[in-house]
């Protein structure tokens, strides 16, 4: 009985043994079965999300690409541009030299002065007297007994100093409407002329011949302590002659669609000539008669007078 029941157990526990075993092994299988999809759901999603950034990489590159090439002509990317090649090419010749101001609540007297340094530092910027144009002049010897003793009655022609008026732009608008922009200025001691804005910001140019001239604070408020006698006059030049287009264009009578499709591209001179040839001839025959009637107003009849005493 006893040793029945002891073989019994024996196979009993080999059975369970083997059983353990089988499930052991069945168990290290299911386990190894697990686990490998759990590997290819790691490498999957690793997977997806490289290829999510390399979307969304793609993404904002062309968004970026597409917005410069859109926004190329716009300021903001003229303004970059500009700047990026300002410091790739940068060249010392293309430095313009500084001016070399004296005391800002002064004005500067200067010799030698060139027409570059004249136009970049001092035309339609801040007054200047130069010292050694008109040393030599004629005109420095008129005085008052001069001219009414051998011009009294006569009108004289005037030149200018052709270094600094080289550009009188006036010259080519017909004589019609051309404006007269030199005058003689003849003052006798504390005259002033009122608070004032010249036309169109021009160049203003006054030759004293005798006396003196005082400008307080660069106002256009000129006063003379003795009598004075000056001759001034203003220019249309390269600095302002778009403002006076801008105001022949206002009066409406000149049409701007007649100009040449490259008229930006023209010089100075060449633009004022294509405005000139599309002025109206009513426009001119206008300006011819308010010019004869002005003329006529001025006439002086002295010698008449003289003969009807």
Not at 87 to 110: I, M, N
Not at 193 to 209: C, F, K, Q, R
Request: aromatic fraction near 10%.
């Amino acid at each position: 009985m006893a040793k029945g029941t002891t073989v019994r157990h024996r196979e009993k526990k080999k059975y369970s043994s083997s059983s353990h075993v089988a499930e052991t092994k069945i168990s290290d299988n299911s386990s190894s079965s697990d686990v490998s999809p759990n590997h290819r759901l790691i490498n999957e999603n690793l997977r997806d999300q490289n290829l999510w950034r390399y979307c969304i990489f793609a993404i904002i590159l062309s968004v970026g690409s597409i917005s410069l090439f859109c926004l190329k002509d716009s300021e903001l990317f003229s303004r970059t541009w500009s700047s990026i090649k300002a410091r790739t090419f940068y060249k010392v010749e293309d430095v313009e030299l500084p001016c070399s101001y004296g005391d800002d609540f002064a004005v500067d007297h200067r010799a030698n002065l060139s027409l570059e340094e004249f136009v970049r530092c001092y035309d339609a910027k801040r007054p200047v007297v130069i010292t050694d144009v008109v040393r030599n002049w004629k005109a420095m010897n008129w005085s008052k007994s001069f001219l009414v003793s051998n011009y009294g009655d006569k009108r004289v022609s005037m030149k200018a100093a052709e270094v600094y008026l080289k550009e009188d732009f006036f010259q080519l608008l017909p004589k019609e409407i051309r404006p007269w922009n030199a005058m003689l200025l003849w003052g006798t001691a504390h005259s002033r002329s009122s608070l004032h804005i010249d036309p169109y910001n021009w160049t203003g140019t006054n030759a004293v011949l005798s006396g003196k001239k005082m400008w307080k604070d660069g106002f256009h408020q000129a006063y003379n302590p003795v009598e004075t006698m000056a001759i001034s006059s203003q220019v249309m030049n390269s600095q302002n002659y778009k403002l006076v287009l801008e105001e022949i264009y206002k009066a409406g009578e000149v049409d701007p669609k007649k100009l040449p499709r490259k008229f930006d591209s023209l010089s100075a001179r060449e633009q004022i000539d294509a405005v000139v040839k599309i002025i109206p001839k009513n426009v001119i025959n206008k300006g011819k008669r308010v010019t004869e009637d002005i003329l006529n107003q001025l006439k002086w009849e002295g010698n008449d007078k003289r003969r009807n005493k």
